[in-house]
T-cell receptor, first 114, second 110 residues
Framework: EPEVTQTPSHQVTQMGQEVILRCVPISNHLYFYWYRQILGQKVEFLVSFYNNEISEKSEIFDDQFSVERPDGSNFTLKIRSTKLEDSAMYFC????????????FGPGTRLTVL | QKEVEQDPGPLSVPEGAIVSLNCTYSNSAFQYFMWYRQYSRKGPELLMYTYSSGNKEDGRFTAQVDKSSKYISLFIRDSQPSDSATYLCAMMGGSEKLVFGKGTKLTVNP
């Protein structure tokens, strides 16, 4: 069964450093998403991406965040200058043909900012 | 009022019990309702997807949506220890973002 994959599974970084989280969405999916879950809190929407541009973003997704689809398979989330409060699980998701279709989640990347 | 409210539990039941999990919401624009299961430190796994009001059954799982009351439920029949996980309700409507509840942690004891 096709699945969303994410790398790395765990990333440790120093405050102020840049990190790139990588995702490979399901191959025939056209809509891509990033969510995050701070420990003990809700899963929160960050951004959605379609046709090589951001289609929606939350207030969390400020200028320190960016997303990119550098090739036909990868989808990345970059955090330019990490803060302690960026420590969280980051989940990538993808959906098939409609922005209202089911979203399938990857296993997540645990980001720890020291 | 929070957009989606879900009792975090924890909920502990004996094997074989019927489990009822619930969420309430405030946004009338929500039309799509999902239940995800999440094991510790893993990604949410889709269990059920329902559009608008009504019931949907899949094996031991039944999802119910009552839009007039802004209330959704997930029932698990004949619960198994392997059902032990956190169950997240999620909703969507008017935009493509999923809005999640906080999740209910369920333990099914053998």
């Amino acid at each position: 069964e096709p699945e969303v994959t994410q790398t790395p599974s765990h990333q440790v970084t120093q405050m102020g450093q840049e990190v790139i989280l990588r995702c490979v969405p399901i191959s025939n999916h056209l809509y891509f998403y990033w969510y995050r879950q701070i420990l003990g809190q809700k899963v929160e929407f960050l951004v959605s991406f379609y046709n090589n541009e951001i289609s929606e973003k939350s207030e969390i997704f400020d200028d320190q965040f960016s997303v990119e689809r550098p090739d036909g398979s990868n989808f990345t989330l970059k955090i330019r200058s990490t803060k302690l409060e960026d420590s969280a699980m980051y989940f990538c998701a993808s959906s098939e043909t409609s922005r209202l279709a089911t979203q399938y989640f990857g296993p997540g990347t645990r980001l720890t900012v020291l | 009022q929070k957009e989606v409210e879900q009792d975090p539990g924890p909920l502990s039941v004996p094997e074989g019990a019927i489990v009822s999990l619930n969420c309430t919401y405030s946004n009338s624009a929500f039309q799509y309702f999902m239940w995800y299961r999440q094991y510790s430190r893993k990604g949410p796994e889709l269990l059920m997807y329902t559009y608008s009001s009504g019931n949907k059954e899949d094996g031991r799982f039944t999802a119910q949506v009552d839009k007039s009351s802004k209330y959704i439920s997930l029932f698990i029949r004949d619960s198994q220890p392997s059902d032990s996980a956190t169950y997240l309700c999620a909703m969507m409507g008017g935009s493509e973002k999923l809005v999640f509840g906080k999740g209910t942690k369920l333990t099914v004891n053998p």
